[in-house]
């Protein structure tokens, strides 16, 4: 397959070419370093036409259903006219680096939707729940004209919050008739939410559903608000009858209004653009390190000393702080 320009590669992702948007998310995962030059040139050419997407994350633990909910929602809006693309991050294997689950055969409708785009990316041991330029993503699949970006983590955890920096709206889908500990909820990760998704909330489970909702509101109580003037609401939903679906849609809408009319929404925006810089400025500091022979020569000597000898930690942290001021 030929290699395509930054200026090929702009004019696909444009057109909404989901093969080019493919080659270039494809293109920016690749640690190839004949690669890294013309990625950098596709994100630069594409920014001008990202951000204009609702952004939204969804977390939960494993067996919550997320995405049965995320392919059952995003055709009741590709029914309502948007173009809705899905960043599907998966679990990797240990060996190989793929991702496990392999979230297109649990989309069939969706994937197959022609206003609808599903990424399945590897995790590749990146914290957060999501993988390492998903953020990328989300730029390129805003300039093939997506304006619904869904971003499903990997899970809930103490590390799966580093997706609320790269989305406008964060939310919970939570089940009925499991405990905390069973579905290792933290308050941190409650706290982050701008609204929770009791989820199966149909059937026999209903009732139990009723009774979530209800502690889950009580225990938010508590909670400082997510956003000021927003009271982090709990809903109620089912992916087999479809219900609580438009509530969300409705809730989202009220969500943009409210955000936008007090400048919360662009001031996120950039709070998350300041984030990733200094991401980007440690990752590039990592990177050119890694590069420089004496200092990673250095580093693998340190660890064997301290595999030997572990009481010398400190003493080795001083040594790479001198290193590194004589640089």
């Known amino acids: 397959m030929s290699r395509l320009s930054a200026e090929q590669y702009l004019d696909g992702i444009r057109k909404g070419n989901k093969i080019i948007l493919a080659r270039a998310i494809t293109l920016i995962e690749s640690t190839l370093p004949s690669d890294q030059d013309l ?15 609702m952004r939204l994350g969804i977390t939960g633990v494993p067996g919550v259903g997320k995405s049965t909910f995320i392919e059952a929602f995003g055709m009741l809006l590709i029914g309502q006219g948007h173009k809705v693309a899905v960043l599907s991050i998966d679990p990797s294997s240990v060996i190989g680096k793929g991702s496990i689950l392999g979230d297109k055969t649990r989309m069939d409708r969706l994937s197959k939707a022609a206003m609808a785009y599903v990424r399945p990316s590897p995790s590749a041991g990146h914290l957060g729940g999501t993988s390492q330029h998903t953020r990328e993503v989300i730029l390129l699949c805003e300039a093939a004209g997506f304006d619904f970006v869904i971003v499903e983590t990997v899970g809930v955890g103490q590390s799966e919050t580093v997706v609320d920096q790269m989305v406008d709206f964060f939310l919970l889908l939570m089940l009925a008739g499991a405990g905390d500990e069973l579905q290792g909820i933290k308050r941190g990760i409650m706290e982050l939410a701008h609204a929770i998704v009791i989820n199966k909330a149909d059937g026999d489970n209903k009732s139990a559903s009723l009774r979530a909702k209800s502690e889950y509101e009580t225990a938010l109580h508590w909670l400082p608000p997510r956003q000021q003037g ?6 109620l939903a089912s992916s087999i009858e479809g219900s609580g679906l438009q509530e969300l849609i409705d809730l989202l809408s009220q969500f943009v209004q409210n955000s936008r009319s007090q400048g919360f929404f662009e001031q996120r925006r950039r709070e998350q653009e300041h984030f990733w810089f200094q991401q980007l400025v440690e990752l590039e500091l990592r990177l050119w390190l890694a590069g420089k022979k004496e200092i990673s020569d250095w580093l693998k000597s340190a660890q064997q000393q301290l595999i030997q000898e572990p009481s010398i930690f400190y003493a080795i942290r001083q040594e790479l702080r001198n290193k590194l001021a004589s640089l």
């Open 39 to 53: 990625a950098a040139r596709v994100l630069e050419s594409v920014y001008p036409y990202s951000g204009k997407s």
């Open 230 to 235: 927003w009271h982090t609401p709990v809903l």
